[in-house]
């Protein structure tokens, strides 16, 4: 396992757009899948998108992120990548990213072994 650790939160206006990364350490982090969820106050925790191990790190979106958001991984750097785009007040969460062993991105955050502290987003105007 990796040590995950998430920057980039913050407080950020409307239509604006957000970056946060996802900074692993203590092992090899292009030995993971790694993914991005969210949870916004009074609600589930939800899958936001992952990238697979792997030469070909293919991705997965959850159905509300496939237009705002992009995933992407620098094994070299150790770091995975969320930007967010035209944010809305309803992007409003903590977002941790976690990772497994395997090649599939569930969406289930119960299929992730091990999580960072996550990042506050706070769309407001």
């Known amino acids: 396992q990796v040590q995950l650790v998430e920057s980039g939160g913050g407080l950020v206006q409307p239509g604006g757009s957000l970056r946060l990364t996802c900074a692993g350490s203590?092992?090899?982090?292009?030995?993971?899948?790694i993914a991005w969820f969210r949870r916004a106050p009074g609600k589930e925790r939800e899958f936001v998108a992952a990238v697979a191990k792997g030469a070909n790190g293919l991705t997965h979106y959850g159905d509300f992120a496939k237009q705002r958001f992009s995933i992407t991984r620098d094994n070299a750097r150790s770091t995975v990548t969320l930007q967010i785009d035209q944010v809305k007040p309803e992007d409003t969460a903590v977002y941790s990213c976690s990772g497994r062993s395997g090649y599939t991105t569930f969406t289930g955050p119960e299929k992730y072994d091990f999580w960072g502290q996550g990042t506050q987003v706070t769309v407001s105007s």
């Open positions: 203590g092992g090899v982090f292009s030995a993971y899948t």
